[in-house]
């Protein structure tokens, strides 16, 4: 049997873990490792709670030092490729991402793809609970990423991904500077460029259910910004 670890970085998410690593646990193979930024919330004593329900398969890594998204996955992406794991996951917290479609994105995986990408617009759009304007500001800021960067994805900005190992542990991961939504961009970039198969499995995303978006106006000019840094960088991804 294939293992697989998923990543999950949580700030103030004490509510929705365990929902999420229930559902997980039914998967073979998969485990988990809980990423908390020092949660006020308790997050961290929960994750702390499921390693012992769930023993050698749920992991709380309990980060110190800066806070972020980028720099919450570097850190386990490092203790992830040091590791016997097969692929390696990226999950959010909150809910949005069911599991059900893990399973379909680790075959793929296993077929070949270096990286595979959860996409809520291989088939048409595929998200339940957004408003009319979060469609159309995520659809043209996927519009926007391609064009600028030549990479031909429909969904560049999902958080949603399982990697092979040993494809992730190719990529010079100490060169990302980005942080926050704009280090999902920067990796897959990176991937990219370093000429790794990236393939499309297709998801139904649902709005958290619980808590708050941590998306913010800096979040979004990071990523307006982020694409023509990767080129300035690398230049554009050629067509493959």
Known sequence: MTKTLVLIPTYNEKDNIPILVADLMTIPGVSVMVLDDQSPDGTGKVADELGVKYPGRVFALHRTGQRGLGVSYLEGFHRAIDSDYDFVGQMDADLSHDPKYLPAMIEAAGKGADLVIGSRYLNGISVVN???????????????IR???????????????????????????????????AFLLDVTFMAADAGLEIVESPIIFIERRIGASKLSSGVLLESLLTPWKLIMRHGRIKSR
């Open 130 to 144: 957004w408003p009319l304007r979060r469609i159309i500001l995520s659809q043209f800021a996927n519009f926007y």
């Open 147 to 181: 064009t600028v960067t030549g990479l031909h994805l429909r969904d560049i900005t999902t958080g949603y991904r399982c990697w092979r190992r040993e494809s992730l542990a190719k990529l010079p991961l100490d060169r990302i500077v980005s942080d926050g939504y």
